[in-house]
Structures are given as structure tokens and as C-alpha cells.
């Protein structure tokens, strides 16, 4: 049984990773700000829901514990949590509301991991990160959200190169139907070129944004499976779920 953590588990990519998880009989322990009925209602005695901010190196020393006092390991820690906002130009844009973001997208990073690596290296795990096209793609008005997921990029290419026996992916999910996607159409009209809202309203009205449970699954089958010369061969890139690379776990 592979035991994992996953961050950001209350809603979208990260219910549907612990979904998945437990439904192939994994242990998860989970760590969310806010904790929503369709997580409380994945009852299991292999799920432990810890309620907290990531960005509190307490909440993530508590998620590790949990997991080696219940099940004497750590297989996998899912990095899924991160916000959006602020969203406007970088002429504009509040700069406190910046380092906020950084603190939440990247730097709580580094809690989990360097919480977790001990156990990691033990069990010759992984470190997947759920990362962002935004990461290359310089969009329009979210300055602070490519930059914090370009940082994920390279601290996923960094760890693989000084941590040899943990795999470090960071792994891009597609424009996923979830409650940032609403935010986007919602909101971003105001702050975002016309042409680059217009994509992601159409991509909703189209039906073609990537089903949460798709992409998911990605992160789910590389958490529970075992490394191999392929999968260390790939640690430290930055991958898109549905690349050639990763077509085995799908």
C-alpha cells in the first residue's frame, strides 16, 4: 500500500487525486485550508483530513507525522495547492498581494518538502508538483502566478538534481474545469487582453476544458507506482499530463 500526501485536497485536481488514491487503495493524508462536504464524504479509514494553511510549516510537519505514525512511511507528497490571484497588470498590481502568493505557490513548497525528503529518500518516492502552462506561457496579467509556478519548475529540476533517489516532476494538468476556471472567466475580463479571456470562455462554452477526474488520474498512477530507470529518467522535468512521456499513466 503507497502512502502519499496530498495539498490542496478539498476541491477539483486535488479531491479528484484522493479520490483515485483511495479508490486504488492508497493511504492519503490530506491538507486543505478549507474542508468541503465531497471530501469529508470520501470516508475511509486510509484517509486522514488535516484542516489548515499550507503555508504553515506546523500543518505540514502534522500531515508527515500522521503518516509515518499510521503507516511507517511516505511514498509521495502531491503539491496541488495554489492560487491564482492577484490577477492585473505589473504596472498595477499590489505588490503585498504578490508576496502572498509566492508565499502560497511556492514558498510553502519547501515546508512539505523538506519535511517529507527524510521519508522520501527512504522509500525512494516521489515529489509530484502540480504545476502550470502559465509557467512558460507569460500570460497577460498573471504576473504572479507564472512566476510562482516557473519557480515550481525549476525547484522541481533542482531537487531531482540534488536528490537522486526521490523523483521530482513538475507536471502541467491542462485548463481544467474547476473553480479557478470560473474565477478566470469571472474576473479576469476586467484585468486580461479580450483575445486571451475569449479563449478560456470559449474552452468552457465548447466543453472542452480537461475533466478534473482525467487529469488526476496522471498523479494518481505515478504516486502508487514504482520508480523505475524511465521514471527517474524523467525527474526533474516539467511534463504536461497528457504528453507522450506520461502516457502510461493515464
Same mark, same amino acid.
Given at each position: 500500500?503507497? %502512502?502519499? $500526501?496530498?495539498?490542496?485536497?478539498?476541491? *477539483? $485536481? *486535488?479531491? &479528484?487525486?484522493?479520490?483515485?488514491?483511495l479508490a486504488n487503495n492508497s493511504a492519503v493524508v490530506t491538507i486543505s485550508r478549507s474542508v468541503s462536504d465531497e471530501l469529508r464524504g470520501l470516508q475511509?479509514?486510509?484517509l486522514d483530513i488535516i484542516q489548515g494553511d499550507v503555508a504553515d510549516r506546523d500543518i505540514s510537519k502534522l500531515a508527515v507525522d500522521t503518516a509515518i505514525a499510521k503507516h511507517g512511511k511516505l511514498d509521495c507528497v502531491i503539491l496541488n495547492h495554489g492560487i491564482l490571484s492577484p490577477v492585473g497588470r505589473i504596472a498595477d498590481v499590489d505588490v503585498a498581494e504578490v508576496t502572498q502568493n509566492m508565499n502560497i505557490n511556492f514558498v510553502s513548497l519547501l515546508h512539505t518538502i523538506q519535511l517529507a525528503l527524510p521519508h522520501l529518500r527512504d522509500s525512494r518516492g516521489k515529489i509530484l508538483m502540480v504545476s502550470s502552462g502559465a509557467a512558460t506561457g507569460a500570460y497577460a496579467a498573471w504576473g504572479a502566478y507564472n512566476a510562482s509556478k516557473a519557480a515550481m519548475n525549476t525547484l522541481? /529540476?533542482?531537487?531531482?538534481? &540534488? &536528490? /537522486? *533517489?526521490?523523483?521530482?516532476?513538475?507536471?502541467?494538468?491542462?485548463?481544467?474545469?474547476t473553480g479557478m476556471q470560473e474565477d478566470i472567466r469571472r474576473v479576469g475580463k476586467t484585468h486580461m487582453p479580450p483575445e486571451m479571456h475569449s /479563449?478560456?470562455? &470559449?474552452l468552457h462554452s465548447q466543453g472542452k476544458l480537461v475533466k478534473p477526474q482525467d487529469t488526476?488520474? %496522471?498523479?494518481?498512477?505515478?504516486? $502508487?507506482?514504482s520508480v523505475n530507470e524511465n521514471l527517474s529518467n524523467l525527474s526533474g522535468q516539467f511534463l504536461s499530463w497528457d504528453g507522450e512521456e506520461l502516457k502510461d499513466y493515464r
Open positions: 500500500m503507497s %502512502v502519499s $500526501i496530498v495539498t490542496g485536497a478539498s476541491r *477539483g $485536481i *486535488g479531491l &479528484e487525486i484522493t479520490r483515485s488514491l475511509s479509514l486510509q522541481a /529540476k533542482t531537487l531531482a538534481g &540534488e &536528490e /537522486k *533517489g526521490v523523483v521530482s516532476l513538475a507536471i502541467r494538468p491542462g485548463v481544467v474545469d /479563449k478560456f470562455v &470559449e488526476a488520474r %496522471v498523479y494518481a498512477n505515478l504516486a $502508487i507506482s
